[in-house]
């Protein structure tokens, strides 16, 4: 099979490969190279097709202003803790309920069910849900414990938000983490119960170590949904109350379509793009280099 | 006994992860009179007077406008991202064209913030008057889609045995017949997949939608919010969960259908990935 594809024209599987290629030299590389010109511009809405380069007063301008760095802490902290909760709730519903979706794989269905409605609209719908006079959940609050708060107000904003992406999201990790536990091969399991092993040891020792590359990527991916969040959080709270609730998305967004503030804009994309490609790259390495460990 | 707790668990996640839909749905079906006495989750009169309204045309809002560019767009956006993905998956899984560099890099593409991309993409766009174009759109989508659908298509022709190739190439087929006559064929249940499942991504995309977008090609998911915008009397929740429940059917309904191949999809891009 080797041979045979090294003896077959190389150039045939480049022509195969090049639209795609071109594709995303057009619409990723272009846009790259545009955002590095322009990070290290003075520009504006009336020069932009002839900047003036001016060095890196746009990044000083991102460094120096501290709606970055809320932004900043409110994406890390955000992803951190959404992508621990998605990931314990996912675990922990996934073994429990497996022997439940295991006869009646339609439960499954249900429970993806909010994986499927745009975030937007999921932010939206919460608008009507927390809303305090149309919205169930403060009726309800009243009408059982006479009391309500505002879960959009300063204190609680951040809270409210944790929640809704947590509970719109954990079905994506209770979905891998589920076909992982039934990836385990049964063998091992039935071997270890002959041995005497109690549930929870079995649990301990075995299962979960074998879902542990799972649990790795699965608090990866949610991660960096976290971080990157924009739809649900701008439909929701805008970036209110006073930029408390501004991820890194909507800090960039704002500051080009609310503030005009091109450079600045441009500026922390850029050093969001070399963060991210950055540590990509880097858990790239790691990854084929365990892998490379192992072999 | 255990087995009871379970279901309780169950009936508890499901609600709680449900919870926003079933108010919406609920909400779509009451009547202006009765939102302002009962926010509950009960609907004591159920009327369609919502649904009318919003399918109702006016000079402001056209839900028919926003249905139709998101069919257009989402089928665009995944229609190319496949036809893209499909050839350069071949060479990749096949050839090793592009093994090192470019998978890679498309794969990350999937977990990098796009909207560091976004702002020189409406300067482009302003400039080749793609902007609040379906065109336009569906080109941005494209790039949404591709890295699920290159990660399904490499893992799929992968999997494939290379004697199919091989017995091709005997036959003195070029490999673009092999690929055309031969592998997409056979490959047909993984592009169904990364079909289905771009089409869903993009018909949900929000961020693009909100920034390329004004008037002409805005997709449901922005003319959704459109609804939101008090029109001097405040927002009229009843219509407004109506246009919710109308924006999230189409996705959430393929979903239901295809559940068995979505979830299979969305873990062979997690854990290959």
């Known amino acids: 099979m080797t041979t045979l594809t090294q003896r077959a024209p190389f150039s045939e599987f480049k022509q195969l490969a090049t639209p795609l290629v071109l594709f995303l030299l057009v619409f990723l590389g272009f846009p790259a190279i545009v955002n590095l010109v322009y990070s290290v511009s003075d520009v504006t809405f009336e020069n932009l097709r ?43 519903l996934a073994i429990f309920l497996s022997p439940l979706i295991e006869r009646r ?30 919205g169930p959940v403060p009726y309800y609050l009243w009408t059982w414990f006479g009391a309500s708060f505002s879960f959009l107000g300063p204190a609680s904003a951040f809270w409210t938000l944790i929640v809704v992406e947590t509970l719109q999201w954990t079905p994506f990790a209770l979905l891998l983490f589920y076909m992982a536990y039934q990836a385990i091969p049964k063998e091992i399991v039935e071997a270890s119960a002959m041995d005497g092993a109690r549930y929870r040891h079995r649990l301990w020792y075995i299962e979960l170590p074998l ?4 649990i790795v990527v699965a608090l990866l991916i ?66 084929n280099r365990r892998k490379g460990a192992i072999r | 006994m255990i087995t009871a707790l379970r279901w309780l668990v169950f009936g508890v996640a499901a609600f709680a992860m449900n919870f926003p839909i079933l108010v919406t749905l609920a909400t779509s079906f009451k009547s202006a009179r009765e939102l302002s006495t009962n926010p509950g989750l009960w609907v004591n009169a159920p009327t369609l007077e919502n649904y009318s309204a919003v399918f109702t045309v006016s ?81 941005i ?50 592009i ?14 929000f961020l693009f939608g909100l920034m390329l977008t004004t008037s002409k090609a805005v997709p449901i998911t922005v003319g959704a919010s459109f609804f939101f915008a008090a029109s001097g009397g405040g927002v009229q929740w009843g219509v407004a969960s109506a246009v919710m429940v109308v924006g999230a059917l189409p996705p959430v309904l393929l979903g239901l259908i295809m559940y068995r191949q979505i979830s299979g999809s969305m873990t062979a891009g997690a854990v290959k990935g």
């Open chain 1, 105 to 134: 794989s339609w439960l499954m269905a249900i429970l993806m069910l909010p994986l499927m409605v745009a975030p937007a609209l999921v932010g939206l719908m919460y608008r009507l849900v927390l809303h305090e006079f149309v």
């Open chain 2, 141 to 190: 989508l494209t790039i949404v889609n591709l890295p699920l659908a290159l990660v399904i298509l490499v893992n799929a022709i992968r999997d494939l045995p290379g004697e199919i190739d091989e017995a091709a190439l005997m036959d003195g087929a070029g490999r673009k017949q092999i690929l055309i006559s031969v592998i997409a064929p056979v490959c047909r249940p993984a």
């Open chain 2, 192 to 205: 169904v997949t990364s079909l289905i499942f771009g089409f869903i991504t993009a018909w949900n995309e």
């Open chain 2, 59 to 139: 000079d402001r809002l056209n839900i028919f406008l926003y249905l139709f560019n998101s069919i257009v767009v989402a089928l665009l956006g995944t229609g190319l991202a496949v036809a893209l993905a499909l050839p350069a998956a071949y060479s990749i899984a096949r050839g090793k064209v592009g093994e090192r560099m470019l998978l890679p890099f498309i794969v990350n593409l999937r977990a990098v913030p796009l909207i560091i991309f976004a702002i020189p993409l409406y300067m482009m766009f302003q400039w080749l008057g793609l902007l609040d174009t379906r065109l336009g759109l569906g080109l």
């Open chain 1, 222 to 287: 949610r991660f960096i949904d976290g971080f990157r969040v924009f739809d649900n959080v701008y439909v929701l709270t805008g970036s209110g109350p006073g930029g408390s609730t501004a991820s890194l998305s909507i800090y960039i967004y704002e500051a080009f379509f609310k503030q005009g503030a091109i450079g600045k804009a441009v500026a922390a994309s850029v050093i969001l793009f070399v963060v991210s490609f950055a540590v990509l790259y880097g858990l790239n390495y790691l990854a």
């Open chain 1, 211 to 214: 879902m542990a590359p799972t």
């Open chain 1, 50 to 92: 002839h900047p003036q380069v001016s060095g890196f007063a746009n990044f000083a301008s991102v460094w120096n202003d501290a709606s970055f760095w809320q932004a900043s802490w409110f994406s890390l902290r955000f992803g951190l803790l959404t992508a621990l909760l998605e990931c314990a709730l996912g675990l922990f």
